[in-house]
């Protein structure tokens, strides 16, 4: 195990590193059947989420799949039933914002997350995309974190919580 990784200015966990430089393990928190959250990401930058992959794996929860464009989230929506997809606004082959209304028009239960490197932008405020929050690039480790927690109590709650209650008041952009 080498020492934490740091990338976009966030320190990651321990991880195992091949001489590739493919991250083949990391150190992370055990976490129960219950609070554990089914991950879907979908951005386009093949580095980012692969180290994003890495860091939800490091909080315990799993990793369903690692796409690179919105039809493709699409189609990994239908066969996986994430809990949550963790999507970049800007992508080819389908922005993220239609992809996002594709999955919710076909499961309104659905949970997406944009992240967006864009700055704020009004159609991804979840009052009008339907998106559970928006994370700003860079991502904290600790708002996803958050974020992820809100969702596994809004699922163990069986989606009980509104999306007002869990984000922080006045602020729709994290």
Excluded: W
């Excluded at 020492?3 to 320190?11: D, M, R």
């Excluded at 992370?28 to 180290?51: C, H, M, N, T, Y």
């Excluded at 799993?62 to 066969?79: F, N, P, W």
């Amino acid at each position: 195990m080498g020492a934490p990784i740091c990338f976009a200015g966030l320190a990651y966990p321990k991880f195992q590193v091949c001489r590739r430089g493919k991250i083949i393990s990391c150190v992370g928190p055990e976490i129960s059947p219950l609070s554990l959250v089914r991950v879907l990401i979908a951005d386009d930058e093949k580095l980012f989420s692969s180290v994003l992959a890495e860091m939800v794996r490091s909080f315990g929860h799993e990793m369903v799949a690692v796409v690179h464009s919105g039809l493709d989230a699409i189609r990994a929506y239908r066969q996986h039933k994430p809990d949550v997809v963790l999507m970049d606004f800007a992508m080819a082959r389908l922005n993220g914002l239609t992809a996002c209304r594709n999955i919710l028009s076909d499961d309104p239960a659905g949970c997406i997350v944009f992240l967006s490197g864009l700055g704020e932008r009004i159609e991804l405020t979840p009052e009008l995309s339907g998106a559970f929050a928006v994370l700003q690039k860079p991502i904290s480790r600790a708002r996803l974190e958050q974020v992820l927690e809100e969702i596994s109590t809004r699922r163990q709650t069986g989606g009980a919580q509104s999306r007002e209650a869990v984000r922080p008041p006045g602020n729709h952009l994290a």
